[in-house]
């Protein structure tokens, strides 16, 4: 019996377990999902399915470089706990992660789950064996592949929780670290206007539009009103709109252009992003920290 996608989805909702585990698993089984629910209860993967439903927000973004620039992976591993975070199987595991990662182009956490490590054994394996030792959920949550089409990569790690990589056409690696250092404490949506998602513009003009009805006034006053609320919060979500976090006086756009530079692309990965668990305020640490330095 072929094994479809959607089986393997099926399996994976739910017993939580990694998209190889389940295929290997319905394989064996002959597509038999509740014959490869049993079996996987019974093999070695047992704690790492029971495990899989629990809340993993913590962890480590791993950023690794080619020594030519031209690529860069982010890799974010996740696990309960901020104590396993710091253990140092886990370090190991999210490290050798990271340098697969980049090694092996991929480009997503799916197709990085069947990536071979130095032991011999899959990431996927890998993982469920840590799971077992340490007891916590452990997932590789994400991976991002930035290649550089024009420019060179430049990347700041805040911690082990939020790591930006730019690629920076111009300028120098100093000033690559500080765009990618700024974009880790100000959190821009994109570089510039054309990159804001339409959906996102409509639902703010929206909200403007009706927070100026509130006020009372005639509907071209109300326009007009919209109109400036909107062009400020296009300088606050776009990079290039956004004051230096170095020198509030100067906007990002006037640095690349002092430095004859233009940011190509960015990518910022925080820990636990949309996992709901009470966050803390790590962006403003990282603010906090670049106004000091």
Do not use: W
Not at 5 to 19: I, N, Q, S, Y
């Amino acid at each position: 019996m072929s094994i479809t996608a959607a089986m393997v989805k099926d399996l994976r909702e739910r017993t939580g377990a990694g998209m190889m585990e389940c295929k290997r698993a319905l394989t064996d089984a002959g597509g038999d999902i509740e014959a490869a629910i049993e079996a996987m209860r019974k093999s070695g993967a047992a704690k790492a399915v029971k495990k899989a439903g629990r809340v993993a927000a913590e962890g480590q973004v791993i950023i690794t470089v080619a020594d030519d620039r031209k690529q860069a992976s982010i890799v974010e591993v996740n696990c309960e706990t901020d104590f396993v975070g710091k253990d140092e199987n886990f370090i190991r595991f999210a490290e050798e992660t990271g340098a697969i990662a980049l090694a092996e182009g991929a480009e997503d956490a799916e197709s990085l789950s069947g990536k071979t490590m130095s032991d011999g054994k899959s990431v996927e394996e890998a993982r469920q064996e840590l799971v077992s030792k340490i007891g916590e959920n452990i997932q590789v949550r994400r991976v991002e592949k930035i290649t550089a089409s024009e420019g060179e990569i430049g990347f700041y790690r805040h911690g082990v929780r939020i790591g930006v990589v730019v690629e920076l056409a111009g300028g120098d690696a100093t000033l690559a670290r500080d765009i990618a250092m700024h974009i880790a404490a100000s959190r821009p949506v994109c570089i510039d206007e054309s990159g804001v998602p339409a959906e996102l513009l409509e639902k703010e003009r929206e909200i403007f539009s009706a927070q100026a009805r509130e006020s009372g006034k005639p509907d071209n006053i109300v326009e007009k009103m919209v109109t400036g609320r909107m062009k400020k919060y296009l300088k606050e979500v776009t990079l290039l709109g956004q004051p230096f976090v170095k020198n509030p006086d100067q906007t990002i756009e006037a640095l690349l252009k002092d430095a004859d530079a233009k940011v190509m692309q960015f990518s910022r990965v925080e820990v636990g992003e949309g996992v709901e668990k009470k966050q803390e305020d790590f962006a403003a640490e990282v603010m906090a920290q670049v106004k000091s330095s």
